[in-house]
C-alpha cells in the first residue's frame, strides 16, 4: 500500500462541492504535486488529509491506518507536517522557539514536569534547541534565530515555516504554495530545497501554481479542477493532457 | 534560566520595602502589600490563561471565592452535630480536626486550616475541570459570557446559602499555622512574618508560572495563541493544554483565596463579585496580556492603590477606564514595544504597521 | 415585582388556572423585555460582529434618564426625551471607542465593550446614587388590576408586551422597506461588499448603535414601573438578553422574540420550584447548557453558525 492512500474525498460547504470524489495515492519517497486553477479545491484537500476538518464522505489512510475521525494533533504525531498557503507563524515568538514548537511531538515534557524544571527536561530541552539552531542553518536563517518571527521578511517566514514542520521529523510532508509571494531566484532555491528534502527520506505532497516549478521537482501531478481529479501522472503526460492544456490555456 | 535571575532584583526590592517600612514605624503599608501579593497570585496564574493560552475568563473570582469561602466554611463551622459521624471520627483520630471553645464558652470542632486548604484547592481544580471542558470548547464572545455566567452562579450561591454565611460572609476564620512557628494571620505581631509569607508564595508562583513558560509546554500555549489551527498541526493537543491552563490558573485563584481569607480572618461576597473578575482582567491587560512581569506589577500596583482607598468611591470606575484605555491605546500592555512605537507615532516619527493581534 | 405565587405548594399541588394564567403573563412580560434587549444585541452583531456588553446599560440609562426628566415635564414626553438621549450615548460611544479601530480582535472588543459598560454603571451610581427608582405606573397605581381569563394583572404588563410587540413591528418595516434599513442588511450579510457598493458601513454601525440603545431605553421605561431601575441592573439584563440571543440564534429577530418569551415563561413558572435567590441562575444555566449542546441556538441552523467568525 501507498504511504498515503486518498479514496473518494469529499467535501461539501453548504451547497458549494469544493472537493468532489477526489482519489490518489502517494508512493513514500515521492515528490507528488497537486496542480490546478483558483478554488480548484487544492487547499480544501490539504485540510482534509491533515485533520483540519473533517470530509464530508470518503477516507485516507496514512501508512495503512484510516485518518477519519482523528484530530490534527493525532494525524501530526503520526509522522503528518504541513505548511500554509498564507503563512501561519506563531506571533510573538522568535524564529527559533516558532520551530521549537514543531519538536513538539518529538519530545514529552508535561505541565508538572515543566513547571518545576525536572533535570531529565534539562536534556530534551537542549536537543530541541540544538536542532532547531540546526535546521535554522540548513535553511540559512540562522542570523534571524532570536527575531521576532511574525517581523520576518515574506521569504524568511516561509522558511521558518518548512524548519517548523521539518522539525517534526515527518515521514509526510504537505507543502501547500510554498513559492507563492517569492521571486524566481527564491522560487528556484525551494525547488533545490524540496528536492533536498525528498533526498532526506521525506514524502512530499505539494500544491503549486508555478508550472516551472512543479514540472521540475516532481515526480507525479494530479490536476484538480473544480473539485474534481481530471488528470493524474507523469509531468511530461500531464504537459500533453489536452483537457489540462485547455483548462489552462482557457483560463490564462 | 537568564531569565530567573531577573527574580533577584524582585527579591531585593520586597526586602527593602520591609526594611523601609520598619525603619519608619510604617508598617500598616505590609498590610496592603501583603493584599495585594496574594491577589497578583491570582493575576499571574490569570495571565498566564489569557496572555498565553489565549483564553479569557471573566469568572476568576469565582474561583478565588471557591478557595477562600471552602477554607473558611470548614474552619469555623463546628462539627459537633456531626460528631458521631463515621468521617468525623475518622478526620478527628487522624488529627485532622481542631477542638477548641467559641468567645462563649461552647465545645467546638473544626476542621485544621491545612486540611480545609487542600479540600479548597481540590475542589477549585475539580470545578475547574468539570466547568473548563465544555467552557474551553467556545471562543471569543461565547467563551468570555459562559464564564461570566460562572462567576455570577459562584457569587449567587455564596450570597444565598446559609453555610457561606449570606450577604455577611465568614468572619472568625483562624489562622493558619504553616509550619517553623509561621502561621497566616491577621495579628499585629506576624505583620512582617506575613508580609514574607505572602511574597513567598507570589515569587514561588512566578517562578513555576517563568518556568513553564520557557518550556516545551509554554511554547505550545504561546503557539495556540499565535495560531491555533498551526499549533494543532504541529502535534500541541490544544484542547488539554488549554484546560490545564485554566485548572492551573483556577488553582493559582484558589490559593490565593485560601491565603487571603485566613490572613484577613474572613470573606465577604464582593469577593465574588463580577466586578473583581473584570479588575483581574482589567490588570493582565495593563500588564500587558503576555507578561508575566507586567501582570505582577500592575497588580502589586494597582491592588495596593486600591486598597489604600487613593481611588475612594471611584475604585470601580478607575478600573473600568484603565479596561477602555488599555484596548483602545496599547492593547499590549503599556509595556509593550507596539505602545511605544505608537507614541513615537504621535510625535510623528513615520507610520509604523500596525500589529494584528489573534 | 409580580408577587406570585411565592409558595411552592401551590404549584405542586393545585395549580389553578388563574394563576397560571398569572405566571403566564408574568413570564410573557418579562419575556418581551428580554427579547427586545436580545434584539438590541442582534442589530449591533449583525453589522458589526461585536456582542456589545453594554447592552443593559442602555436600558438602565432609559429608565434613569425618564425618572430624573419627569420632575420637569410629563411621563410622556419624559419617555420620548429620555429615549433619545439614550441614543444619543449609543451614537456617543460607538464614535469615541469604536469607530476608529482597525480590524481589532474580538477579544480587545469584548474587553472594552465591558469596560463601557462599567463606566456607564458608574456614572450612574454617582449621578443618581444607589436607591432603588422607578417611574410611576402608566395607568393607575400599584394596585390597579384588570381581569384576564380570571388572573389579575397590572395594565404595565399590557403598556409591555404592547410596545414590545410595536418596537418589533416598527423595526421589521424599517428593515425591509426602508433604504437605510435596507443598507443595513446589506451591511449586515458582506460588509466588504457593501462599502463596495458605495455604502458608508461605518454610519450604519453608528445607526446600529443608536437603534439598539433606542430600543434598550424604551424597554427601560416600560419596565421601570414593575421592575423598578437601579444603577446596576444592566449586567443581570445583558447576561438574559444574550441567552435568549443565543437561545434564538444570534442574529436572528424572530427567534429571539420566540427565545425570549420562553425563558421568561420559564422564569415565572421557576418560582415555585426554584428558591427566589437562585432565579438569575435559571438563565445563565439554560446560556450555559446551550452555548454547551448548540451554540447555533434552538431555531439556528449548524451550518450557518459554522460560518460565522468565532
Ligand atoms: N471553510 C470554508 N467554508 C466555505 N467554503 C470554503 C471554505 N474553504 C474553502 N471554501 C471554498 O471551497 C473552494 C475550494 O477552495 P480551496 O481553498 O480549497 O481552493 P484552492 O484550490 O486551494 O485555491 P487557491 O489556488 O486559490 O488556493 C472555494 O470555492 C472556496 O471558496
Ligand atoms: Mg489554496
Known amino acids: 500500500m501507498a504511504l498515503l492512500e486518498i479514496k473518494q474525498l469529499h467535501k461539501r460547504f453548504g451547497g458549494l462541492h469544493a472537493v468532489t470524489d477526489v482519489s490518489f495515492p502517494v508512493e513514500a519517497g515521492q ?39 482523528k484530530k490534527p494533533y493525532q494525524v501530526a ?143 507525479e501531478i494530479v490536476v484538480l479542477c473544480f473539485g474534481e481529479k481530471i488528470a493524474e501522472g507523469l509531468p511530461a503526460a500531464i504537459q500533453k493532457d489536452p483537457e489540462v492544456i485547455k483548462i489552462y490555456l482557457g483560463e490564462d | 534560566m537568564k531569565k530567573l535571575l531577573l527574580i533577584l532584583p524582585l527579591l531585593a526590592c520586597v526586602i527593602a520595602i520591609q526594611v523601609v517600612c520598619s525603619s519608619t514605624d510604617t508598617l500598616y503599608y505590609l498590610t496592603q502589600m501583603t493584599m495585594s501579593a496574594y491577589y497578583s497570585l491570582l493575576i499571574i496564574g490569570l495571565c498566564v490563561l489569557m496572555g498565553y493560552a489565549g483564553q479569557i475568563s471573566l469568572g476568576h473570582a469565582g474561583f478565588f471565592a471557591i478557595g477562600g469561602y471552602i477554607s473558611a466554611g470548614l474552619t469555623t463551622h463546628s462539627l459537633i452535630p456531626f460528631k458521631d459521624n463515621a468521617l468525623v471520627q475518622f478526620l478527628d483520630s487522624s488529627g485532622l ?234 492593547p499590549n500592555g503599556i509595556l509593550s514595544i507596539s505602545f511605544r512605537h505608537r507614541l513615537m507615532q504621535l510625535f510623528g516619527k513615520g507610520k509604523q504597521k500596525r500589529d494584528g493581534e489573534a | 415585582m409580580f408577587d406570585v405565587g411565592r409558595s411552592s405548594f401551590i404549584f405542586l399541588t393545585k395549580m389553578t388556572s388563574e394563576l397560571f394564567v398569572q405566571y403566564l403573563l408574568a413570564g410573557i412580560t418579562y419575556g418581551s423585555i428580554y427579547a427586545i434587549v436580545a434584539i438590541g444585541f442582534n442589530i449591533i452583531y449583525n453589522t458589526t460582529g461585536i456582542i456589545n456588553f453594554a447592552q443593559g446599560e442602555f436600558v438602565m440609562f432609559g429608565g434613569m434618564i425618564a425618572i430624573t426628566l419627569l420632575q420637569f415635564m410629563p411621563l410622556p414626553l419624559a419617555i420620548i426625551l429620555a429615549v433619545i438621549l439614550t441614543m444619543i450615548i449609543g451614537a456617543g460611544i460607538e464614535i469615541c471607542f469604536i469607530r476608529w479601530l482597525k480590524a481589532p480582535s474580538v477579544l480587545r472588543l469584548v474587553i472594552i465593550t465591558i469596560g463601557i459598560s462599567i463606566l456607564s454603571r458608574e456614572v450612574a451610581v454617582h449621578v443618581w446614587g444607589e436607591s432603588i427608582r422607578s417611574l410611576p405606573y402608566f395607568v393607575g397605581n400599584e394596585i390597579t388590576s384588570i381581569s384576564i381569563l380570571g388572573a389579575r394583572i397590572s395594565p404595565q404588563v399590557l403598556w409591555v408586551v404592547a410596545a414590545s410587540g410595536l418596537m418589533f413591528i416598527c423595526l421589521g418595516i424599517f428593515f425591509k422597506t426602508t433604504s437605510v434599513g435596507r443598507e443595513m442588511r446589506a451591511c449586515a450579510s458582506n460588509r466588504k461588499a457593501a462599502t463596495l457598493c458605495g455604502i458608508n458601513t461605518e454610519n450604519m454601525v453608528t445607526l446600529s448603535f443608536v437603534l439598539s440603545a433606542g430600543m434598550g431605553a424604551l424597554a427601560g421605561c416600560m419596565m421601570s414601573p414593575i421592575t423598578y431601575s437601579q444603577y446596576d441592573m444592566g449586567t443581570g439584563l445583558a447576561i438574559k438578553g444574550f441567552t435568549v440571543a443565543i437561545l434564538g440564534g444570534l442574529g436572528s429577530s424572530g427567534g429571539a422574540v420566540a427565545a425570549g418569551l420562553l425563558l421568561g415563561v420559564i422564569e415565572a413558572f421557576s418560582v415555585s420550584v426554584v428558591p427566589l435567590a437562585f432565579q438569575d441562575a435559571i438563565a445563565i444555566a439554560i446560556l450555559l447548557i446551550i452555548l454547551f449542546i448548540r451554540p447555533q441556538g434552538l431555531f439556528g441552523s449548524k451550518e450557518a453558525s459554522a460560518l460565522k467568525e468565532f
Open chain 1, 31 to 69: 515528490i507528488k504535486a497537486v496542480i490546478g486553477p483558483n478554488g480548484a479545491g487544492k487547499t480544501t484537500l490539504f485540510n482534509m488529509i491533515s485533520g483540519t476538518f473533517p470530509a464530508t464522505s470518503g477516507s485516507v489512510f496514512f501508512q495503512g491506518k484510516e485518518l477519519q475521525g
Open chain 1, 77 to 219: 504525531a503520526l509522522g503528518m507536517a504541513r505548511t500554509y498557503q498564507n503563512i501561519k507563524m506563531f506571533s510573538g515568538m522568535t524564529a527559533l522557539e516558532n520551530v521549537m514548537v514543531g519538536c513538539h511531538v518529538q519530545s514529552s515534557a508535561g505541565f508538572m514536569a515543566s513547571m518545576f524544571r525536572m533535570p531529565w527536561t534539562w536534556k530534551e530541552e537542549l536537543a530541541i534547541r540544538d536542532r532547531s539552531m540546526e535546521l535554522l542553518t540548513l535553511l540559512e536563517i540562522e542570523e534571524h534565530a532570536d527575531t521576532d518571527a511574525s517581523s520576518l521578511a515574506f521569504g524568511q517566514q516561509r522558511a521558518v515555516e518548512l524548519a517548523r514542520a521539518l522539525a517534526m521529523d515527518p515521514t509526510l510532508l504537505l507543502l501547500d504554495e510554498p513559492a507563492a509571494g517569492l521571486n524566481i531566484y527564491e522560487t528556484a532555491e525551494v525547488g533545490r530545497l524540496i528536492t533536498k528534502i525528498r533526498d532526506l527520506g521525506i514524502t512530499v505532497l505539494l500544491v503549486e501554481h508555478d508550472m516551472s516549478l512543479v514540472m521540475d521537482i516532481s515526480d
Open chain 2, 97 to 330: 480536626l481542631l477542638a477548641g471553645q467559641t468567645l462563649y464558652g461552647e465545645e467546638l470542632l473544626v476542621v485544621s486550616p491545612g486540611l480545609a486548604c487542600a479540600v479548597a484547592i481540590i475542589a477549585a481544580a475539580v470545578i475547574a475541570v468539570f466547568i473548563g471542558i465544555p467552557v474551553l470548547k467556545l471562543k471569543g464572545h461565547y467563551l468570555a459570557m459562559a464564564t461570566l455566567g460562572f462567576g455570577i452562579i459562584i457569587y449567587r450561591v455564596v450570597l444565598a446559602v446559609e453555610y457561606f454565611g449570606e450577604a455577611d460572609g465568614i468572619s472568625e476564620v483562624p489562622a493558619f499555622p504553616l509550619f517553623a512557628g509561621l502561621s497566616v494571620s491577621g495579628s499585629f505581631g506576624d505583620r512582617v512574618s506575613n508580609y514574607y509569607i505572602a511574597w513567598g508564595i507570589l515569587l514561588l508562583g512566578l517562578i513555576l508560572l517563568l518556568n513553564l513558560i520557557d518550556s516545551r509546554v509554554g511554547r505550545g500555549l504561546r503557539g495556540i495563541h499565535g495560531s491555533e489551527e498551526a499549533a494543532d498541526a504541529m502535534g500541541v493537543h490544544t484542547a488539554r493544554f488549554k484546560l490545564q491552563t485554566f485548572v492551573l490558573s483556577a488553582v493559582f485563584a484558589a490559593v490565593a483565596g485560601v491565603f487571603l481569607t485566613h490572613y484577613n480572618g474572613g470573606i465577604g461576597p464582593s469577593e465574588a463579585g463580577v466586578m473583581k473578575s473584570v479588575r483581574y482582567v482589567a490588570i493582565v491587560a495593563v500588564g500587558g496580556m503576555a507578561n508575566l512581569w507586567g501582570a505582577l506589577l500592575m497588580g502589586v500596583v494597582l491592588n495596593f492603590l486600591s486598597l489604600r482607598g487613593v481611588f475612594g468611591s471611584y475604585d470601580d470606575a478607575v478600573f473600568g477606564l484603565i479596561l477602555i484605555v488599555i484596548m483602545l491605546f496599547a
